[in-house]
């Protein structure tokens, strides 16, 4: 299935022009939640999913104390996970402190198998719903897909048993 984008209209600047533009948005087509995932590695490895639970729950306990060691750690073709931080600028070196750090993060770098994964992706725009509800319908305005839908609602419903 791949990506899917949506076009969305966006305000770039601060000024006073205010200059909309067009931009392609992600859209995200689930989520998969670790339980799951866990249950798709049980079934590709063969082995109990309690298993990988605590395997991936350990890597994510040591990956943790590393990383709050202030260290990079690397994951193979997975990636990298690096502790980093943003903060306020200042006009004078005397004034930088721990204080002017604004927030604390950890970026990702993917590693080769997600950057191939990525370049090998497909994507495509999501296809338009209509929202447009002004004629009082509850479909948007659409007939089920299909534009003449004959009878106008006025006719006999279908018999379910034919």
Known sequence: MGL??????????????????YVAKSVRSGKVNFAKMCRKVSELCGVHRKVVDLVVSGLVD????????????????????????????????????SKSIVQRKILFYPGKIFKNTLEDMNITRRAEIETDYTDGSSNGGNNGGNPDSGDDGKGEAPDPAA
């Open 62 to 97: 040591k990956m943790a104390e590393d990383i709050d060691d202030g260290k990079s750690v690397q994951m193979g073709e997975f990636g990298i996970f690096t502790p980093t931080i943003r903060a306020k600028s200042t006009d004078d070196e005397k004034e930088v402190s």
């Open 4 to 21: 899917e984008y949506v076009v969305t209209k966006r305000v770039f600047g601060f000024d006073k022009d205010k200059n909309e533009k």
